[in-house]
């Protein structure tokens, strides 16, 4: 599996990015999953709903399924899983679109927002091969690309996926 990161600060616009090419390469026919990292704790479930009291109750893992999809809840019981363990669970898919994870060494590319007023991270962060910014920016060697043409990273994106190998961390 071919695995890309989306890094940047903070509202850079990562996810904004990610979800405006993800229809483009879906439509020339890749088949694509994401993974987001966040920070934060968060929870997909609310109190008085079936599936959260099986979790309050003590189930390790609780599966919810309808007609349309169905989702794993997973309680961790030691450390966070490595991105490598996690891309397991997936189906075989072309593509997996990492948001976050940017310490972890797999190729990336960098959203960068001159508005942030943040220095570009890929001087200090393993694995950057492009750059995506709304302005001029030194890139040194990595690929630079216009930040607000989502087309012109998607046909970026499918050139590279078709020029390398698998890379799955």
């Not at 072309?94 to 940017?102: A, F, N, P």
Request: charged residues 20%; without cysteine; neutral net charge.
């Amino acid at each position: 599996m071919k695995v890309l990161g989306f890094v940047g600060w903070s509202g850079s616009g990562k996810t904004t990015l990610l979800t405006a090419i993800l229809p483009l390469l879906r439509r020339s026919g890749l088949q694509v999953s994401t993974i987001k990292y966040t920070h934060h704790n968060f929870d997909m479930d609310h109190p008085g709903k079936d599936t959260f009291r099986h979790r309050q109750a003590g189930a390790h893992e609780v599966l919810i399924v309808s007609g349309t999809r169905w989702a794993l809840l997973h309680e961790l019981d030691g450390p966070e899983p490595a991105l490598s363990e996690l891309l397991t669970k997936f189906d075989p898919v072309d593509l997996v679109l990492v948001e976050g994870y940017k310490a972890h060494p797999f190729p990336k590319l960098e959203i960068h927002r001159r508005s942030l007023g943040k220095p570009p991270i890929w001087m200090n962060t393993a694995g950057v091969i492009a750059v995506a910014s709304d302005s001029d920016v030194d890139v040194g060697r990595r690929t630079m690309l216009p930040l607000n043409q989502p087309e012109a990273v998607a046909k970026w994106i499918m050139a590279w996926i078709s020029h390398s190998s698998d890379n799955t961390p």
